[in-house]
């Protein structure tokens, strides 16, 4: 069985897709990789929320998928909107890398000032860790990323430690406690998204981690229930059924947050449920703000 599996071009989402093609290698299944461009490496020099978000990164994949173009893709799973077009299949989810971020930095951390993120949960965790910092856009690959910190641009920059695992880059710097700067939903998971097809399936389900699995089920859930969607400062983490969630306000200034144990999809929901009855006003606050900048 020979199977094409799609992929972004960037060098994260390469390095990711090879790890899928290893595995299936390892199981003496050919692969196949294809690079189809998405609008988020198309479109670089605006922040994501003013794109569209996680989807950026997916549409064109789950396009390529649906018309036959391709078999499968490898995704970020934290990219995957939550409402996914009919006719695909989360075939697998990969085991977790760390899902914790990181902060690189060159000098000493007492001394940053200055600190690039596009993300508004890392702007909004950040400024309620100091709201005397000054957190700047930064948009482009790791590479990227990395050479405006060295250029000075930046005292520091907020990447996701799993990226830079896959990718073998070190920098100074140090992981931010997950605990209190709370993940993006899914960060640190590789999915690979199928059509609907049985025996592809079947095998590629071989790849799956029933905990990293049952974990990233219980944030989406959550997330879900949130529908504040690329608008609202919004960080979910499970680990073997301990729930931390929370919705911040754009400026930090405050934060809604559940920390509990959950045992299943219908319990999670629940936590999602009680989570945006505290926190709808931060929701609708943001998406005001933030919806409005994207209209414009």
Known sequence: MSII???RGSKLALAQTATVCGKLAAMGIDAEKKVIATQGDTVTGV?????GGQGVFVRALDD???VGEIDCAVHSMKDI?????????????????PPADYIAYHSVLAGVRVIGTSSIRRRAQLLRHDPDLTVKDLRG??????????AGEYDAIVLAEAGLMRLGIRVPGERLPPDTF???PNQGTIAVVSRADPSLMETLSALDHPQTRNDVAIERAVMEQMGGGCFTPLGIYCRAGHL??????????RTERIEVHVQNLEQACEQGRIL???AQDLIDQAHAKMGFAHAR
Do not use: Q
Request: hydrophobic share 45%; net charge positive.
């Open 5 to 7: 599996i799609g992929t």
């Open 47 to 51: 922040p994501l929320h003013e794109i």
């Open 64 to 66: 390529a998928i649906l």
């Open 81 to 97: 909107p939550a409402f996914r077009p009919y006719g695909l299949f989360m075939a697998a989810i990969i085991k977790r890398d």
């Open 141 to 150: 690959n790791v590479d990227t990323r990395i050479r405006k910190l060295n």
């Open 182 to 184: 709370v993940p993006s």
């Open 244 to 253: 931390v969630a929370e919705v911040l306000s754009l400026d930090g200034n």
């Open 276 to 278: 945006r009855g505290r």
